[in-house]
């Protein structure tokens, strides 16, 4: 008789039931950062985060109870100017970083979070600064296709030796990270990638797309990164 098979512990994408809503969660979400899986707003949600959409482009400033940032996708190179000039609303990201809230960018959400963005006709837009580096734009894409990455630090989103798989798509190339690196690519070709910064290590910005539907621990761990800092 075979012998029985180990036990495999249980990684749940979505909770058993879902999460009654105890945090709030600004999702940048206008005409220059548009692009989310939808599964990862569903997930965010399950796990117990009320979704509050927000616009660097148009408000004035973060909603005041809010506990997480996540900033997505886009095309923040064909808004410089607006989201340059939106000063109110980058001082209160700022703000928000300083009080060590979670601050979750990707891709164009890591642009924006940059210390600033060169246009196609070099021309420099500050921007917020939670970052370092500036993000100047390309004549052609910089990278484009599916990555596998190791996590080299524990983060408001993942914890060190994880690995995830992404996808990447962008024209924009960032000064390569060192000591603040987030990730190490592993495929299709090994180099660094991503910031972890911000007093208690609560900003994490990189060119990575993640659904979080890879790997069940990423959104349960970002609503968890919110609860804490709310308590």
């Not at 100017?81 to 601050?103: R, V």
């Not at 989103?157 to 994880?162: D, I, S, T, Y």
Request: glycine share 8%.
């Amino acid at each position: 008789m075979a012998e029985p098979l180990p036990q495999v512990a249980e990684h749940r994408l979505f909770p058993q039931k879902k999460e009654k809503p105890h945090i709030n969660i600004a999702v940048a979400q206008d005409e220059a950062f548009s692009f989310y899986y939808q599964d990862n707003l569903d997930l965010l949600s399950a796990w117990g985060a009320e979704i509050r959409s927000v616009s660097p482009l148009h408000d004035g400033n973060l909603p005041t109870d809010v506990q997480g940032v996540y900033i997505g996708g886009g095309f923040p190179e064909m808004y410089t100017s607006e989201l340059k000039a939106n000063t109110t609303f980058k001082k209160s990201l700022i703000e928000a970083g300083e009080a060590c809230m979670p601050i979750y960018a990707e891709c164009g959400g890591l642009m924006y979070i940059s210390e600033g963005i060169v246009d196609f006709e070099g021309n420099n837009h500050a921007m917020v600064g939670l970052t370092p580096g500036w993000a100047v734009m390309q004549k052609q894409l910089t990278r484009m296709g599916y990555a596998v990455v190791e996590v080299l630090r524990d983060s408001i989103l993942a914890r060190k030796h994880q690995r995830l798989r992404c996808h990447l798509f962008h024209w924009s190339k960032l000064p390569a990270p060192n000591k603040d690196a987030a990730y190490r690519i592993l495929e299709p070709e090994e180099q660094l990638e991503g910031f972890i910064t911000g007093p208690e290590s609560n900003i994490l910005g990189s060119y990575l797309h993640l659904h979080f539907g890879s790997e069940p621990s990423l959104a349960k761990r970002f609503v968890e990164s919110c609860v804490q800092w709310k308590a």
